[in-house]
């Protein structure tokens, strides 16, 4: 067995079994991409059991923090199980489920989301990516899905030195699917979509919005970044008398019109603009155009706190518009994905926003990601996803 050696003062963070090891922590050592280590403190004392990721900053990635656990095809089986077992006391309501949540369940770099009797897996780092097909096989054991396809086609793959992969790694069949939530029908493409097909992490923040449109009798609700559809779906159910959605990506509109005419609503409460978010919102202004409720879901602007400054800037401006297009009483749902932006630094940004738009707002709720993407007190990065429900005073 290799061994890392960790510098004088950094096992810190593995003592608190934080599972990130950073390579300018590291003394001396090193292994092949995905070879399992042991990791000691600078006096040579076990810390932990890990993957080694030689190209990346995040040089190891912890299995294990007890130094009896043997890191083989019953670990990832039984930690595979612990992690379905979560989700089975969770109850979701819903054919689209989170099984794994990388480092929140043990299994740094892996997402596995089940539709239906399909599963669709994201291997992002090394670790993982060696035992490939021990998870594949145990997944396919433990779920009972006969059908297990490949999106390892993220950039946080290219930071581990890894080329994107894609396609069936288990059986074959259609990547069209129609996802059930909150009484509502949504077409998906598990080989076309965004990360696995869908974001089931705003699965939550969809019924919310719902009952938000509902409860404040919403009649023109304005959906930015609408990927194919959800808020809009939601929007519509809420009985929104028009929903506008704007996303760059014709295909992704295309799609939500269906999941439109897929749960019945007149195709008349809903337009799709194939246009830039901000450029657009600038033109509504212009316009003088109005909205009672406004969607802000914007992709991921800061991966890193290194990238924190940019982004916050880009938010800024994007909750500035949001604000200003507004009408008294109405309210923005307004989240980040970035896992650099925080969830107080993304409170400061929307409300340097108010001041900067001249709007004053309440905040009537926090939003997360919905519970089958768990957020571990050893690793708080996990809550990457926060939203704010905020209602523009007069």
């Not at 990130?20 to 991409?33: E, K, L, P, Y």
């Not at 995040?58 to 990832?76: E, Y």
């Amino acid at each position: 067995m290799k061994v890392i050696r960790l510098k004088p003062g950094k096992e810190r963070s593995l003592l608190r079994r934080h599972p990130w090891v950073f390579d300018g922590a590291i003394a001396r050592g090193n292994a092949d991409a995905g070879e399992t280590v042991r990791v000691d403190s600078h006096d040579g004392q076990f810390l932990a059991w890990g993957a080694c990721s030689p190209e990346s900053r995040i040089r190891v990635r912890a299995w294990s923090f007890d130094q009896a656990t043997r890191i083989d095809a019953g670990f990832f089986r039984a930690t595979l199980q612990r992690s379905l077992a979560l989700r089975d006391r969770l109850g979701i309501a819903s054919n689209g489920v989170r099984l794994v949540h990388g480092e929140s369940d043990g299994l740094p770099g892996l997402i596995v989301d089940r539709y239906g009797d399909t599963l669709v897996a994201q291997f992002t780092a090394c670790g993982v990516e060696r035992w490939k097909d021990v998870i594949a096989d145990a997944l396919i054991e433990l779920t009972g899905c006969p059908r297990l396809y490949e999106r390892s086609d993220t950039s946080s793959r290219e930071l581990d030195g890894l080329q994107p992969a894609t396609g069936w790694l288990r059986g074959d069949g259609p990547t069209a699917f129609e996802l059930q939530e909150h009484g509502w029908r949504l077409g998906l493409d598990i080989a076309q979509g965004h990360k696995t097909g869908y974001y089931l992490d705003q699965r939550d923040s969809r019924g919310v919005f719902r009952e938000h449109v509902q409860r404040l009798g919403c009649r023109e609700v304005l959906n930015c970044f609408s990927y194919t559809g959800g808020f809009t779906v939601a929007a519509l159910a809420g009985g929104a008398g028009q929903v506008m959605s704007i996303d760059s990506s014709g295909p992704a509109l295309a799609q939500a019109a269906a999941n439109v005419a897929l749960n019945g609503f007149d195709a008349g409460r809903a337009t799709f603009l194939d246009a830039d978010v901000n450029a657009s919102l600038r033109r509504f202004l212009d316009e003088g155009r109005r909205f009672d409720a406004i969607v802000l879901d914007p992709p991921k602007l800061a991966p890193t706190a290194a990238h924190a400054e940019r982004a916050a800037r880009a938010y800024k401006d994007l909750n500035r518009l949001g604000l200003k297009l507004l009408n008294p009483g109405g309210v923005l749902f307004t989240f980040s994905c970035s896992g650099g932006i925080g969830v107080e630094l993304f409170h400061k940004i929307v409300a340097s926003a108010g001041i900067d738009a001249g709007v004053d707002g309440a905040i009537l709720q926090r939003l997360g990601g919905a519970p089958d993407h768990p957020m571990t007190l050893a690793f708080p990065e996990g809550e990457y996803l926060k939203g704010l429900v905020v209602m523009r005073q007069a």
